[in-house]
Nanobody, 114 residues
Framework: QVQLVESGGGLVQPGGSLRLSCAAS????????MSWYRQAPGKEREWVTT???????HYADSVKGRFTISRDNAKNTVYLQMNSLKPEDTAVYYC????????WGQGTQVTVSS
């Protein structure tokens, strides 16, 4: 059983920064990729970014150049550094891991507002 726990969300002003963390625990074997998704009120969940097991990264156009995904293998933790935040980045952010099976975190709220 794998558990993903996100943290680091909160309220930030436009132009500000936040760093989200996703700590994985349990039977973590054969991770193929880890990703972040987000879901804004009244909208479908959308993909934000992915880091594969080889370290390659991919970003949605809406966050490219502003968000950075990284990982600390020793801590089994993935991070999402979010800079130059905009009100449209407001959403619940979810961590996702694929290892042959799919695992989701519980989500962390990010609100960008003045």
């Amino acid at each position: 059983q794998v558990q993903l726990v996100e943290s680091g969300g909160g309220l930030v002003q436009p132009g500000g920064s936040l760093r989200l963390s996703c700590a994985a625990s349990g039977s973590i074997l054969g991770i193929v990729a880890m990703s972040w998704y987000r879901q804004a009120p009244g909208k479908e969940r959308e993909w934000v970014t992915t880091m594969t097991n080889s370290g390659s990264t991919h970003y949605a156009d809406s966050v490219k150049g502003r968000f950075t995904i990284s990982r600390d293998n020793a801590k089994n933790t993935v991070y999402l550094q979010m800079n130059s935040l905009k009100p449209e980045d407001t959403a619940v952010y979810y961590c996702y891991m694929y290892s042959g099976n799919s695992y989701w975190g519980q989500g962390t709220q990010v609100t960008v507002s003045s």
